[in-house]
């Protein structure tokens, strides 16, 4: 970590212990704090440094998120990053309460940069809508940054495929970055993947929908987490809605309390 940003989280956490009610009320440390550009040679120490006080400075964040971004459109630890056409980092606010995670990006991901943006993320908009968010006020992910495909060819439609076990643990470190940074107040799974992934390696996620859960990232603390169907499972099955809109209700319930 440079000296810099260490003397920024060293000066947050002093205050915070001294007075916990300071850095709110004080809005020119705040801007001070918020307003200087720091080196971030490595954004996993800084992403580590910053989670347990997310509040530093909203452009530390994003100064950190992208420093992480570029990390992965750089990336090469497995094949998926040889074949794709763009990573898929994620989108939302990176002070965001709730984050969604999906399995991994599909045709229309790969070829816009940005998840759920097919018909399943037209599916996801209505559904945050639909308790009053919205893709700008969340922040949305993936378990994977890159498009698993079937066929070694971007432009194949319908050739997608789950993420292998090698593939997710080459890109789940991004994904608990992310989470650090943000340190959301929920997590919410959707699809069984990112549920085997984040809960436990064999459940069913029709054995599991809507039970509150717990994640643990390797930094930060313990985060609820709300597993639910995919999107694209209610398009195959408008009946799975009811339970969907259920689990919306309770996450509603859940960012109120």
Not at 90 to 113: C, K, L, N, T, W
């Amino acid at each position: 970590m440079s000296g810099e940003l260490l003397d920024l989280v060293r000066e947050l956490r002093r205050r915070v212990v001294e007075d916990p009610d300071a850095f709110n009320a004080s809005a020119p440390a705040k801007a001070r704090l918020s307003s200087r550009r720091v080196e971030l040679p490595e954004a996993e120490t800084a992403s580590r440094a910053i989670s347990t006080h997310p509040g530093v400075s909203r452009d530390l964040k994003r100064q950190i998120f992208q420093k992480l971004a570029d990390e992965v459109a750089a990336c090469q630890k497995c094949p998926l990053g040889k074949h794709r056409l763009k990573a898929v980092f994620g989108v939302g606010s990176p002070d965001a309460q709730v984050m969604f995670i999906g399995e991994g990006p599909g045709y229309e991901e790969d070829h816009r940069g940005e998840p759920f943006v097919g018909k399943s993320g037209q599916l996801l908009d209505k559904i945050l809508e639909s308790i009053g968010l919205s893709r700008q006020t969340v922040y949305i992910a993936n378990i994977v940054k890159c498009h698993p495909m079937k066929e070694n060819d971007p432009e194949l439609r319908g050739n997608d495929r789950p993420p292998t076990p090698d593939e997710i643990a080459a890109c789940k470190p991004y994904l608990d970055r992310q989470i650090e940074v943000i340190a959301p107040k929920v997590i919410v799974t959707l699809g069984a993947t990112p549920a085997k992934v984040l809960v436990a390696p064999g459940v069913s996620i029709t054995a599991i929908r809507g039970q509150w859960r717990e994640y643990s990232p390797a930094a930060g603390k313990t985060i609820k987490l709300l597993p639910t169907y995919h999107p694209a499972a209610l398009l195959r099955n408008p009946d799975l809605k009811r339970d969907v809109w259920t689990d919306m209700k309770n996450l509603k319930k859940e960012l109120e309390s």
